[in-house]
């Protein structure tokens, strides 16, 4: 397994467009975390005198309508970005896993149901449907995470489930099962590790949609509480006031492209290695 | 093939019943007392008694779910006590917005995908091809809110090419159509990438196979071979795609109805979901979800009358 993990980092590091989205990722996550020590200010503080100030050495990104620091904003934003993207990513790639090795292992009549399910779970277009829960329930983080978890976890579930079912019946699987291995040690040790791969592309794909789901909620004022400074929420000041700056729209927009863009060279790079099947052809 | 129409006809409709019955289930079933939210405040008790009667509140689940489809059927989507109107009227005055940016978006994205696609793969491994590929993928990757937001700012705002509000004058075609461009554009474009990709690699497949060689062989024009033969297989791929996306493509245009203040289902269920109207919100969501399920059938169907081999991949 180890030797099988430098293969792959190694590879990675030789795929131009891996190395760009390892870049953007990792200067994205650092940025995130140390946020406070890399912000010039308070994300709070506002310098009335110095409100739409464009982009300069003391603004770097421009203020707001409020004169507060666009910058210092866009850093907090990726924490919240990162926080809900990961969670949100995290809980519907278990319950997608969960159901969709049942699915896969299952009786035939509990796939099929649980093959509908999933796609009456895929008719909701995502947006329609976050608005019409969000309408529901409270504003805030966890209505975003619940929205994106059942939204997303069935995508997760049909992918696990196709390539379980088509791993139960290779060769291997019955070797094993003619020699006696229990049922745990077929799930465990043959089944889990090779849908994981797939599985990690999937997961690694959906995170910027997640993550532009957070930031489209908050956008249309359904997502997190007012005043927090969510890239969604910057970009709506943004639109409210694009006849006074168009920077605010144009720095708040940049992030949101920029994780999209490194997640998905990411993913692309990934299934490029881990799967030379799907290859895009290149 | 008939027999494979009607599996999936039912299944699309057992997946918009069930699809909207949860919905309407939570809709009453969460929210506390109905007849406050839908009522207001001011509402007295007996407002409220006549109410709950009228909208048979004290059935249980089941019976309430049941009528509710059974007014549906009958051309019934219930009634906006906001504005003491039909919802039926709300939705179907908002709809054909919805549907020509949809359409529009798919306009962009089959003639632009095609072309980029078609084009990388008659240069396969050119510069060029590969210049495609990263806009391809950048294209994907980059979020409708924010290619509308930036569209908005850049062509309608800057350098005002394109209107910036609404969706035109009514009967002016024109007028329509120039308002039609930034918002349809800004949907279409992550399927531009999308359309490009999928063309490319199945026209490429498809030059592989032994009847291009044997049109090669006859002496016809290459570029009548390329741009004819293997095109015309690859456009399958992308309609199923696109069938697919017309959810995503729903949603996107929520946005680009928001950013470009056009009427429009998603406008409709963002101010209804805002005033807390639910029968609207009920209304447009059937709509919103019973357009996207036709579609997806439509393109399924499609690719299975002319793929055979479709018909199996269950």
């Given at each position: 397994m180890s030797s099988f993990r430098h293969t792959l980092i190694g590879r990675l590091t030789r795929d131009p467009l891996a190395v760009m989205a390892i870049v953007i990722i990792a200067a994205l996550v650092v940025m995130a975390v140390f946020a406070d020590l890399i912000a010039p200010y308070d994300y709070t503080a506002m310098h009335m005198t110095d409100r739409f100030a464009a982009p300069s050495a003391e603004f770097w990104l421009g203020t707001d309508n409020l004169g507060r620091d666009t910058f210092s904003r866009l850093l907090q934003g990726g924490r919240i970005a990162l926080t809900v993207g990961l969670?949100?990513?995290?809980?519907?790639?278990?319950?997608?896993?969960?159901?969709?090795?049942?699915?896969?292992?299952?009786?035939?009549?509990?796939?099929?149901?649980?093959?509908?399910?999933?796609?009456?779970?895929?008719?909701?277009?995502?947006?329609?449907?976050?608005?019409?829960?969000?309408?529901?329930?409270?504003?805030?983080?966890?209505?975003?995470?619940?929205?994106?978890?059942?939204?997303?976890?069935?995508?997760?579930?049909?992918?696990?489930?196709?390539?379980?079912?088509?791993?139960?019946?290779?060769?291997?699987?019955l070797a094993e099962r003619a020699m006696g291995a229990s049922f745990g040690r077929i799930v465990f040790h043959h089944i889990l590790p090779n849908v994981l791969g797939p599985f990690f592309i999937l997961a690694a794909m959906n995170?910027?949609?997640?993550?532009?789901?957070?930031?489209?909620?908050?956008?249309?004022?359904?997502?997190?509480?007012?005043?927090?400074?969510?890239?969604?929420?910057?970009?709506?000041d943004g639109f409210d006031h694009i006849r006074q700056t168009p920077w605010l729209i144009l720095a708040g927009g940049l992030p949101l492209i920029l994780v999209t863009l490194g997640f998905t060279f990411l993913g692309e790079a990934l299934r490029d290695q881990l799967d030379p099947k799907l290859r895009s052809g290149r | 093939m008939i027999q494979y129409t009607i599996q999936r006809v039912a299944l699309a409709l057992g997946i918009v019943f069930v699809a909207i019955s949860a919905l309407y289930g939570v809709m009453i079933a969460l929210?506390?007392?109905?007849?406050?939210?839908?009522?207001?405040?001011r509402a007295t008790p007996e407002m409220r008694a006549l109410f709950r009667e009228q909208m048979g509140l004290d059935d249980p689940l089941v019976m309430q779910i049941l009528n509710f489809w059974g007014r549906v059927l009958s051309g019934d989507l219930g009634t906006d006590f906001f504005r003491n109107r039909p919802v039926a009227t709300a939705v179907m005055s908002a709809l054909p917005h919805t549907v020509a940016l949809v359409f529009g978006a798919i306009f962009w994205s089959a003639t632009l995908g095609i072309l980029l696609g078609a084009f990388s793969a008659d240069r396969r491994n050119s510069l060029l091809d590969r210049v495609t590929g990263v806009i391809s993928v950048a294209f994907?990757?980059?979020?409708?809110?924010?290619?509308?937001?930036?569209?908005?700012?850049?062509?309608?705002?800057?350098?005002?090419?394109?209107?910036?509000?609404?969706?035109?004058?009514?009967?002016?075609l024109l007028s329509r159509i120039q308002h039609l461009v930034l918002p349809s554009l800004a949907i279409g474009?992550?399927?531009?990438?999308?359309?490009?990709?999928?063309?490319?690699?199945?026209?490429?497949?498809?030059?592989?196979?032994?009847y291009i060689r044997t049109a090669r062989a006859f002496g016809l024009p290459r570029r009548r071979v390329v741009y004819n033969y293997a095109l015309r297989v690859a456009i399958l791929p992308a309609v199923q795609v696109l069938g697919v996306g017309i959810g995503g493509m729903l949603s996107s245009a929520v946005f680009a109805e928001i950013v470009f203040s056009r009427p429009g289902i998603g406008t409709l269920i963002y101010t209804s979901v805002s005033d807390r109207n639910y029968p609207v919100v009920m209304g447009a969501m059937l709509v919103a979800i019973g357009f996207?399920?036709?579609?997806?059938?439509?393109?399924?169907?499609?690719?299975?009358?002319?793929?055979?081999?479709?018909?199996?991949?269950?």
């Open positions: 969670t949100a990513v995290i809980i519907s790639g278990l319950i997608g896993l969960v159901l969709g090795m049942i699915a896969g292992f299952g009786p035939r009549w509990l796939d099929n149901a649980l093959l509908f399910f999933f796609d009456t779970l895929r008719a909701y277009p995502t947006i329609i449907l976050a608005l019409a829960l969000a309408a529901l329930m409270p504003r805030g983080l966890t209505t975003v995470i619940v929205v994106v978890v059942i939204t997303s976890f069935a995508e997760y579930g049909r992918v696990v489930r196709t390539q379980t079912l088509s791993l139960k019946h290779s060769e291997f699987i995170l910027p949609v997640v993550i532009t789901i957070e930031a489209g909620m908050s956008f249309l004022g359904v997502g997190v509480p007012p005043g927090t400074p969510s890239w969604g929420s910057t970009l709506k | 929210p506390g007392d109905p007849t406050s939210v839908l009522l207001g405040p994907i990757a980059a979020p409708s809110f924010v290619v509308a937001l930036y569209s908005l700012l850049l062509f309608a705002v800057t350098l005002r090419w394109f209107p910036s509000i609404g969706a035109g004058e009514p009967g002016d474009l992550a399927w531009v990438g999308y359309v490009a990709r999928i063309v490319r690699a199945s026209m490429l497949e498809a030059m592989g196979e032994s996207f399920v036709t579609c997806a059938l439509i393109a399924d169907l499609i690719n299975a009358a002319l793929d055979p081999r479709h018909r199996k991949t269950q």
